[in-house]
């Protein structure tokens, strides 16, 4: 089976709306660039398409409508699975892709082909940083509780292990200990804007690099933010996850620069926080 991983697409449609006009002026256009990488996957003969959060900026009904509409219009037979990170708002994303009002955590599972994909929603309404809630722990744990065919794959925006903690998902210990004692051979994750690959336990946790920009570590705990974006398409054979990295735009110039903590910390501030 092959699928395509997208995330951190930040689809924009006004560049006043946003505190990181100054940033966002030198960065070429974010749907564009999700446009493209859109058009490019007609090459790639995938089974489904998952974008692991951050989907648009600002959160605007407009932003969601954007999405719908290029997914609607270059992917229309594929299936799309999307999941929510610290910039979609949940009410407008319900609104346009559920048309329903109403600010639940949207989680969900379903079985493709010999395989179980379960999306969560580790984004807390106001909160830079994600966490699983209990009562979403309870749904997986009962989800998982039964193996299924060739296993699980588990797709969210916070991941649950990076070098910097600031970086991970709150209170991971039981949603890792449900992972680890179920049939998951694999978690994707976005948010770092950067390609990774970590081990929860024995399950690989790869993390994307962003389709907006892209982020570089530097020295002195800094970050610079870039034009480079891009996307990882994955081909499983008997529960082993193969992973190749597309580029969208190879681009690493310096745009930006920024303290971690500022882009990462638990409440970053309105203007550098991604
Ligand atoms: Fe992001």
Redesign the pocket.
Known sequence: MKFVHF??T?LLQDLESTNLKPIFEKLSNHNEKFKQALIDLVLEDVEFISIT??LIHEGSVEEYAELKKLLDTYVPNTPVFLTL???DVKENFNKVFLGKEHTNAYYYVKNLENYRVVVLDSAIIGEHSGAIQDEQLQWLEQTLAENYQHGTLVFMHHPIVWEEEAVCMENAKKLTSILTNSDTIGVFT??T?MNGLHYIEHIPQFTAE?V?FGLVKEKDNCLSLTNQSGYNVYTVKNKLIEMKRSQIKPDLERLYTVKYEQAFRKHATENTK?
Do not use: F, K
């Open positions: 995330t951190d930040h959060g951050d990170g610290n910039h976005g948010h804007h962003g907006a991604v």
